[in-house]
Antibody, heavy 118, light 108 residues
Framework: EVQLVQSGAEVKKPGESLKISCKGS????????IGWVRQMPGKGLEWMGI????????RYSPSFQGQVTISADKSISTAYLQWSSLKASDTAMYYC???????????WGQGTLVTVSS | EIVMTQSPATLSVSPGERATLSCRAS??????LAWYQQKPGQAPRLLIY???TRATGIPARFSGSGSGTEFTLTISSLQSEDFAVYYC??????????FGQGTKLEIK
């Protein structure tokens, strides 16, 4: 069974760093792109970027380039999303998802809620 | 960036009736269009990709149509579990990809 399991909710202060994770199982982790999607409170879905764990090829949305870093450790089938300095506006639910074909996400993680507040 | 516009923002339909949701792209995306369903507190779920191909396990009452800039998601006979928010997403010239703002399907 394909599963993407994300790390738990986080509460951080502005300026702090954070790395959240997404662990894949039940399939060949290195053979599928993994994407990250942001959903701010009460809002829609925003594509942040993708990574191919097989060779760590990474692409970012222009809106998120330079704001976050996407990485993966294929030895433990885990993708990451990290911030070096959080802002209150980073408060959101973050989802990872597997791509079955370019741009199409078939399996999603349960989401990680990130709250940034002083 | 391709802008996706969904209409209406909210659709009120009675159980058992048909629901028709629309999605328009600011420029042609060919058939590179997907639909997702999201229920409160849950992750999105893939319903349709390639504009009209149902994802694995999706009931036949869900159907997608369209190409170019105009797309439709039809739910033929609404069940209680279908009331949710629906997003269209284009993935032409991927990446990037963009989502519509969503249509909330509520019980009338």
């Amino acid at each position: 069974e394909v599963q993407l399991v994300q790390s738990g909710a986080e509460v951080k202060k502005p300026g702090e760093s954070l790395k959240i994770s997404c662990k894949g199982s039940g399939y060949s982790f290195t053979s599928y792109w993994i994407g990250w999607v942001r959903q701010m409170p009460g809002k829609g879905l925003e594509w942040m970027g993708i990574i191919y764990p097989g060779d760590s090829d990474t692409r970012y949305s222009p809106s998120f380039q330079g704001q976050v870093t996407i990485s993966a450790d294929k030895s433990i089938s885990t993708a990451y999303l990290q911030w070096s300095s959080l802002k209150a506006s980073d408060t959101a639910m973050y989802y990872c998802a597997r791509l079955i074909t370019p741009g199409v996400y078939d399996y999603w993680g349960q989401g990680t809620l990130v709250t940034v507040s002083s | 960036e391709i802008v996706m516009t969904q209409s209406p923002a909210t659709l009120s339909v009675s159980p058992g009736e048909r629901a028709t949701l629309s999605c328009r792209a600011s420029q042609s995306v060919s058939s590179n269009l997907a639909w997702y369903q999201q229920k409160p507190g849950q992750a999105p779920r893939l319903l349709i990709y390639g504009a009209s191909t149902r994802a694995t396990g999706i009931p036949a009452r869900f159907s997608g149509s369209g190409s170019g800039t105009e797309f439709t998601l039809t739910i033929s006979s609404l069940q209680s579990e279908d009331f949710a928010v629906y997003y269209c997403q284009q993935y032409n010239n991927w990446p990037p990809e963009t989502f519509g703002q969503g249509t909330k399907l509520e019980i009338k």
